[in-house]
């Protein structure tokens, strides 16, 4: 047979390997996807409730170290037990099936207890694509590459709940990660000095140096600022990290846009910050574009660019009538960047630090609100702050030494 590689970038995804073997003599073929990018700086996972056979078609990104489970059958494809695939809910059932009805002959002949069992559970797999009734799908992926499709894009799926964590230590050796244990400068030098450091281009992989600064946004805290350039290819990208500790309350910041200059407040959008603008009905969940310090015509301009370059509202698999409401959504957009509409933008940080520009300060903005409350149980979970202790562990841990 012959096998064809592509190698492609999809938006969200990095770069992926994309192979393809097809057999002449006997008909049969078979696909591959393999993630040829980097590893995220976070895991994910996807948690979505199937309720109809439309919810059956969703396209799903599983890599190769992603476990699927279904917790109400009690099913669960481990990691590194399936090749990455780039299909649809039903399609990953299906290759379940077909996995489990291969040895069925010889179970049958060995033992034909284990056989009927396994036969009873392909049947229940086998139904539940009918979806008679609701049940979970999930997809926890600790290298961050997996997707599952939102076909209500670019508005929120209540049915759909995506989770971005932190690797443990025994997911990152699985992933062959290593952590670095260079110890860091003190926090006076890191604000007279910019640091440069060796590493390679996101998009040509061609060597290249990432510079590093402290910075002090007035009215607010440090924040670290990356940049990296690569001379080969022109790839510029940033990033900005908190430079601070995890405040002890979440903020909530709402802007009423009303005059076209708003759009060169500067903003200050860290991982943990979720972008919500509710005359669109429109949400960016945490960890989506990043950290980011730009202004907030910037920052709308990047959530344009990303919701144009969603691969499931384009090409064969959309549906009809997605890409005409992608772009009006995309018109309202552009309304709001040129300042032709008034609308909301509103910020929630959980950890407490993002930021947006008072042009009014040190008074206050009439149009610019700041709310902290209290978290929630789930969010400093997702935070890793319910397991973090700082304060008595040395005291526990004397009698053991």
């Known amino acids: 047979g012959v096998t064809r ?107 034909e207890e284990v056989a009927a069992k396994i036969e009873e559970f392909i049947g229940k797999l086998k139904q539940l694509k009918e979806v008679p009734s609701p049940f979970t799908f999930i997809i926890d992926d600790p290298s961050g590459n997996s997707f599952v499709e939102n076909p ?5 799926d209540d049915a759909l709940l995506v989770t971005r964590y932190r690797r443990t230590p025994q997911q990152a050796a699985m992933l062959g990660l290593e952590q670095d244990e260079a110890a860091a400068d003190s926090a006076e030098d890191l604000r007279n000095e910019v ?15 990432t510079n590093m600064k ?12 990356m940049a990296t350039n690569c001379d080969s290819c022109g790839h510029r990208t940033n990033e900005v990290k908190s430079g601070g500790a995890i405040e002890p309350q979440g903020t909530r910041i709402t802007l009423r846009i009303t005059d076209p200059s708003d759009m060169t407040r ?30 907030l015509e910037g920052l709308l301009k990047d959530i344009r660019d990303l919701v144009e370059r969603n691969p499931f509202t384009l090409g064969d698999s959309s549906a009809p009538g997605k890409a005409e409401k992608l772009q ?14 008034k609308a909301h933008f509103i910020m929630d940080d959980p950890a407490g630090n993002s930021y947006l520009q008072n042009v009014y300060a040190p008074e206050e903005d009439p149009e610019l609100s700041v709310e902290r ?5 789930e969010q400093n979970e997702d935070l890793g ?8 562990y040395e005291a526990e841990g004397a009698p053991g030494r």
């Open 214 to 225: 402290l910075v002090q946004i007035p009215h607010f805290k440090e924040v670290i600022i």
């Open 5 to 111: 590689l592509l190698l492609t970038r999809i938006p969200f995804f990095k770069e992926v390997i994309v192979s393809s073997f097809a057999c002449e003599s006997c008909s049969w073929s078979n696909t591959e996807i393999q993630s040829a990018g980097r590893i995220q700086e976070q895991g994910v996972r996807y948690t979505l409730t199937v309720t109809s056979r439309q919810d059956m078609n969703r396209e799903v990104v599983k890599t190769d170290c992603a476990t699927a489970r279904i917790p109400e059958l009690d099913f669960e494809i481990p990691a590194f037990t399936q090749k990455g695939v780039l299909t649809t809910i039903e399609g990953l059932i299906d290759r379940a099936v077909a996995g489990l009805e291969q040895d069925q002959p010889i179970r049958k002949a060995k033992d």
């Open 266 to 295: 500067d903003i200050l959008k860290s991982e943990t910050c979720s972008v919500e603008i509710p005359e669109l009905e429109f949400e960016l969940g945490m960890g989506a574009l990043g950290g980011k310090f730009t202004t």
């Open 195 to 209: 640091l440069q450091f060796n590493t390679n281009c996101p998009e040509c992989n061609a060597p290249a140096n």
């Open 152 to 156: 209500h894009a670019p508005q929120k």
């Open 373 to 377: 409350y209290e978290r929630t149980f």
């Open 385 to 392: 702050l319910n397991d973090m202790k700082t304060e008595g």
């Open 328 to 341: 009006e959504f995309v018109g309202k957009l552009q309304e709001i960047i040129e300042g032709k509409t």
